[in-house]
Nanobody, 112 residues
């Protein structure tokens, strides 16, 4: 199982970023895919998740209305579109396949 995140970086408050997570080594379409984040000194928290069927998604209250998770089962990729970014969104963002493992993480820094 391999999960490779990309798309992180430095952005100003109010800006946008799009994270990608390319998966391999398992049947991507059958698994719940999630994005988590971990800020310095804090526990890892779930940000958004996309269920394997039905287009069902779920979000942490802190990102509802700003972040959008989507998945392309044909490309084995899950995305996180992050809009209206705030300094408190600064964290390492991780991709997760339920029960299978984690990616290496990608740093997102929101700062003026």
């Amino acid at each position: 199982v391999q999960l490779v995140e990309s798309g992180g970086g430095l952005v100003q408050p109010g800006g946008s970023l799009r994270l990608s997570c390319e998966a391999s080594g398992f049947t991507f379409s059958r698994f719940l895919m999630s994005w988590y984040r971990q800020a310095p000194g804090k526990e890892r928290e779930m940000v958004a998740r996309a269920f394997s069927a039905g287009g069902i998604t779920d979000y942490a209250d802190s990102v509802k209305g700003r972040f959008i998770i989507s998945r392309d089962n044909g490309k084995n990729t899950v995305y996180l579109q992050m809009n209206s970014l705030k300094p408190e969104d600064t964290a390492v963002y991780y991709c997760n396949a339920l029960g299978l493992g984690w990616g290496q993480g990608t740093q997102v820094t929101v700062s003026a």
